[in-house]
């Protein structure tokens, strides 16, 4: 009883951290006014993702979609996305236009590019399993 209360617990307070990141990061995209520091009326649209957010995260939590297959497939969702935004991470980070004078060593470059053939081994073993 005492551990379900615990994960109960967690869960409530992750919803807000969880809302309150993706707030920030879509209206940093948008380049309006964010932060909780904010009254409502000073940044709307900020409040207004952060709401829309929590009630998204309500809605899927009261769907009946099971938890479990949803973890999971999330997970798979981000082992897929993952091997694109490494490439580009490491197409990024080796690009002198880019980085300037701090482009990777030629030590970090295969490291890098070991770890991404790594993740998509990784992911190609994920989904011939899935």
Known sequence: MLFGIGIVGTG???????AG????????????RRGLDHAPGQAP????I??????I????GLSGINPMK?????????????????VGMMLAASNPLVMGKLVITRRLKIVGWAAT???AVAVAATLANF
């Open 117 to 119: 053939g790594v993740m």
């Open 45 to 48: 649209l900020f409040y207004g």
């Open 12 to 18: 409530l307070l992750a919803l807000p951290v969880l």
């Open 70 to 86: 949803a973890l999971a497939y999330a997970a798979v969702i981000n082992a897929l996305a993952s091997v694109p935004i490494m």
């Open 50 to 55: 952060l709401a829309a957010a929590m009630l």
């Open 57 to 60: 995260g309500l809605a899927i």
């Open 21 to 32: 990141s993706a707030a920030y990061a879509l209206a940093s995209l948008l380049g309006v």
